[in-house]
């Protein structure tokens, strides 16, 4: 089945300095990579997602771009805020047999003002 | 149009009772995935349900844990004879088809708690 891995496990920036997080995938038939940010005591929320037909998508800040020869997926935050601190998860749809997301294990990210 | 809604948010069990947890999807939503969070770790799959069929259960254990979408009511996570180690955060998801053709939205989860 599908292996998604995500890296890093902590992210620390300054506030209005950029921030990515990268995920890799094992299965080459996955085809939709959502991100989720997750707020304390909260759950995961859809930000932004991209399918394999599309190398890149903008959504203000929010950027993902996606390598399908490599399996890599990169989530790319602009001039961060304070409020973008929270944990942030990629998943992958793996195709296969199975008919469900598998997610990287998740990116703590600080912004300090 | 009201989110993923899961009840309870909060539910405590002492060691060897039954915990039932509930996952009302989206309006039109007729596809729904349950993962376990625990503390300050990611969200692990566990069964994923379509309307009176379960598709993938692969991530379920074997024993003491099942679940359910019947045609009528919200979509059931049990767990019987419940452990220390069943203490996780529980969610769930839904959409409206095949997750690569559409995007799937989370409830808030159900902390369970087992003294």
Not at chain 2, 11 to 29: D, F, I, T, W, Y
Request: proline letters at 5%.
């Amino acid at each position: 089945g599908e292996n998604v891995e995500q890296h890093p496990s902590t992210l620390s920036v300054q506030e209005g300095d950029s921030a990515v997080i990268k995920c890799t995938y094992s299965d080459s038939a996955s085809n939709y990579f959502p991100w989720y940010k997750q707020e304390l005591g909260k759950g995961p929320q859809l930000i932004i997602d991209i399918r394999s037909n599309v190398g890149e998508k903008k959504d203000q800040r929010i950027a993902v771009t996606l390598n399908k020869t490599a399996k890599h997926f990169s989530l790319h935050i602009t001039e961060t805020q304070p409020e973008d601190s929270a944990v942030y998860f990629c998943a992958a749809y793996g195709k296969g047999d199975n008919n469900d997301m598998r997610f990287g294990a998740g990116t703590r990210l600080t912004v300090k003002p | 149009n009201a989110g993923v809604m899961q009840n309870p948010r909060h539910l405590v069990r002492r060691r060897g009772q039954e915990a039932r947890l509930r996952c009302s999807p989206m309006k039109g939503h007729s596809h729904v995935y349950w993962y376990r969070q625990l503390p300050e770790e990611g969200l692990k799959f566990m069964v994923y349900l379509q309307k009176e069929n379960i598709i993938d259960e692969s991530g379920m254990p074997k024993e003491r844990f099942s679940a359910e979408f019947p045609k009528e009511g919200p979509s059931i996570l049990r767990i019987q004879q419940v452990v220390r180690g069943d203490s996780a955060a529980y969610f769930c998801a839904s959409s409206p088809s095949r997750v690569e053709n559409t995007e799937a939205f989370f409830g808030q989860g159900t902390r369970l708690t087992v003294v």
